[in-house]
């Protein structure tokens, strides 16, 4: 019965008026196309929506990610630091932990959904908003283990509630210096600097077609050429 309430109370808590606006726009604008047979503003269009798109799903292969450490950590630093909390915790961030905390196991279902369909079948095809989900994944993956010793370190050292929440605040500042970057490279659609990682990711998305060439090669016909002896 408590799982049957979750599932009504997400399934009628989504937006549904914008989805229906937003799915009214998609048919008002393909009307149009058919009748006047845009060129070029359909080609400006689908560019920029494409660019939009692929920064939004850039940004959001973090989210998950993002509410599990928000949901592991807030509650603790919630009175010690409420304008922390006010911060990275608006509302509409606020709903979506109450969202994981109807569903404990959304982070292995995120991981095990974004690996084994999105990057296993290259979904979507662009490799930008690919590798920041596989990003997400690698996060994700450690955030088990980490939240784990951080709860058993606090039980078993730390016995007064203001000591936690100094933890906890100490641990979620870890975590924002690893997402703030993530956020940030994806909204402007840049990869990662440090090699080490690039590869590491770089290895699980795999080659997109024949004629891919790796992040750190160059084509043939580009590469420079050697001086005659």
């Known amino acids: 019965m408590n799982m049957l309430n979750t599932l009504q109370g997400i399934f009628f808590g989504i937006y549904w008026v914008e989805i229906w606006v937003f799915i009214l726009f998609l048919i008002l604008g393909f009307i149009l196309d058919q009748k006047f047979k845009f060129k070029k503003p359909r080609k400006w269009f689908l560019e920029f929506n494409g660019l939009i798109f692929q920064r939004i799903f850039s940004i959001l292969a973090y989210y998950v990610p993002y509410l599990d450490v928000v949901n592991t950590h807030i509650p603790l630093i ?26 404990p196991f959304l982070p292995f279902l995120y991981l095990m959904f974004c690996y084994g369909i999105l990057v296993r079948y290259k979904i979507p095809e662009d490799r930008l908003v690919r590798f920041n ?84 090669r160059i084509k043939k016909d580009q590469a420079p050429k050697k001086p005659k002896k």
């Not at 409420?82 to 606020?94: E, G, T």
């Not at 058993?152 to 509630?161: A, K, Q, S, W």
């Not at 993530?182 to 840049?190: D, K, P, V």
């Not at 440090?194 to 080659?207: P, Q, S």
Request: hydrophobic share 55%; aromatic share 18%.
């Open 78 to 103: 919630a009175e010690t630091h409420p304008f922390l909390v006010r911060l990275f915790l608006p509302n509409f961030i606020a709903e979506s932990v109450d969202f994981v905390q109807r569903i």
């Open 133 to 216: 989900i596989m990003y997400g994944v690698i996060i994700i993956s450690f955030q088990g283990i980490l939240h784990e010793l951080f709860i058993n370190f606090t039980n078993v050292f730390i016995e007064d509630p203001a000591d936690k929440s100094e933890a906890a605040l100490l641990a979620f500042i870890f975590w924002i210096i690893i997402f703030i970057p993530c956020f940030f490279r994806a909204l402007i659609g840049e990869y990662e600097s440090n090699t080490f990682m690039r590869e590491a990711i770089e290895v699980h998305l795999g080659r997109d077609g024949p004629d891919f060439i790796w992040w750190d």
